[in-house]
């Protein structure tokens, strides 16, 4: 007899080896965006999701998928989560993104990654990781 439980850890385990995370950061000194660009996959049901500490010190100004380039036209190819934030007010505010299936609430997610946003009075946003 199979036991589920056994499988799914077993694929969570396996594919927490297999994936990584690009922690990056870019910055527009046009518009004081800051983004963070996570790897992952969305073919394989996982997705980036975060919260946040403190709210109205920063804002989402959007949340993108660009996939990785490829020559063979393959299908479930994994990419880049791009999220990008605005200052809002001086302040600092604690961001925990976590790479889970929303859907599977008793499995916990396979990574996690925090930063800490400071806005200085300047209104500039600057993001480290934790």
């Known amino acids: 007899m199979i036991n589920t439980k056994k499988i799914k850890l077993l694929l969570v385990v396996g594919f927490a080896f297999y994936s990584f995370i ?14 963070i660009e996570l790897e992952g996959n969305p073919t394989t049901g996982y997705t980036w999701v975060y919260t946040m500490s403190q709210e109205n010190i920063i804002r989402e100004v959007s949340e993108t998928f660009v996939q990785n ?57 600057t993001l480290s990781q934790e």
């Open 22 to 35: 690009l922690v990056g950061c870019t910055k527009s000194e046009e518009t004081k965006t800051v983004s």
């Open 69 to 125: 380039q490829n020559d063979d036209r393959a299908v479930g190819v994994g990419g880049k989560f791009i999220f990008s934030f605005e200052p809002v007010t001086e302040g600092e505010t604690t961001l925990v993104f976590s790479y889970l299936r929303v859907w599977e609430e008793d499995i916990p997610a396979i990574q996690t990654v925090t930063y800490r946003a400071t806005v200085d009075s300047q209104n500039n946003l």
